[in-house]
């Protein structure tokens, strides 16, 4: 299968497909920090740039995006499609006109299901549908697929001029319901090999979250600062780098390149895919090739 990525971030979704004989097409991506790391881990995969400016794109059977997701959440003024940021929810859509894939695959937060009274999530998929496609969209949180990380995120997946399909790879592959424990090993064979058991995870912004056992959502806004762990007794340290990465099932070290510290580690570490998540994504939308 070969795909290419819109807002490509440090490749979280290349990372989930590395080993399943996907190929990546193109990546479009501006943030120096990724940049550097895009041509360092992928030296001969084409980066598109600006997604503004992008006149043509190569046809692919999978398109990606992450788009920036401030516009929508509650945590910021949920401008949603009034924002520039997420206007580009919308070139997303313009792009995969061009490269016409079989499959695209859309993260963001839950806040984009309340943003401008659901409107705009609305509007982003009618531009969908009148695109061609599909779709089916499901809340997915990342502690229910084996990393020890609080990360509900919005989770739309389309094919193109067939909805059934979608919906298969969202609903109809190995199941996770979150109100139930039956992925209780999967979490705690996560929290092992991610943080120290039986500590609270904890943000130090200015309203401070605290879950047992698990960390809170990674955030690039923390700025390198915020997560880290109690023992229940105020003993607090920053969780390493290392952590954060695993937090999202990326590889220890992958993100390390040089010219670049911590700070923006972490920062793409905390805009990023779980890659546990889009690995789950990738084997559905191969279920629903199979059957085809």
């Not at 943030?31 to 041509?39: N, R, S």
């Not at 079989?102 to 509007?123: H, I």
């Not at 120290?196 to 605290?210: A, F, H, I, Q």
């Amino acid at each position: 299968m070969r795909y290419g990525t819109v807002c490509s971030g440090i490749e979280c979704f290349s990372l989930a497909v590395a080993a399943r004989g996907w190929e990546p097409a193109w990546f479009a991506e501006i943030e120096p920090y990724c940049c550097d790391l895009l041509k360092e881990r992928y030296p001969h995969v084409p980066n598109l740039g600006d997604i503004t400016k992008i006149k043509a794109v190569s046809r692919c059977e999978v398109v990606v995006a992450g788009t920036p997701c401030q516009s929508f959440s509650v945590n910021a003024e949920q401008r949603g499609l009034d924002d520039a940021r997420g206007q580009l929810a919308l070139r997303f859509a313009e792009i995969i006109k061009q490269a016409r894939p079989r499959w695209v695959v859309w993260e963001n937060v839950p806040g984009v299901l309340t943003s401008g009274g659901g409107r705009d999530f609305g509007v982003f998929l009618n531009t969908l549908g009148q695109c061609g496609y599909g779709v089916a969209y499901r809340v997915l949180d990342s502690r229910f697929f084996g990393v020890a990380q609080r990360r509900r995120r919005v989770f739309v997946v389309g094919h193109y001029r067939d909805w059934r399909r979608a919906a298969a790879v969202l609903f109809d592959g190995p199941q996770y319901r979150a109100d139930e424990v039956e992925n209780r090993e999967a979490l705690q064979r996560g929290q092992e090999r991610t943080v120290p058991r039986s500590v609270l995870g904890w943000t130090g912004d200015e309203t401070p979250k605290y879950g047992v056992e698990i960390v809170p959502t990674l955030r690039s806004g923390q700025g390198g600062e915020g997560a880290g762990l109690s023992d229940g007794r105020g003993v607090l340290r920053r969780l390493t780098i290392k952590e954060w990465e695993r937090l999202q099932g990326i590889p220890d070290g992958y993100t390390d390149i040089a010219g670049h510290g911590e700070h923006d580690r972490r920062k793409s570490v905390g805009n990023g895919f779980c890659v546990n998540v889009l690995r789950w994504i990738a084997k559905g939308i191969e279920a629903a090739e199979a059957a085809n």
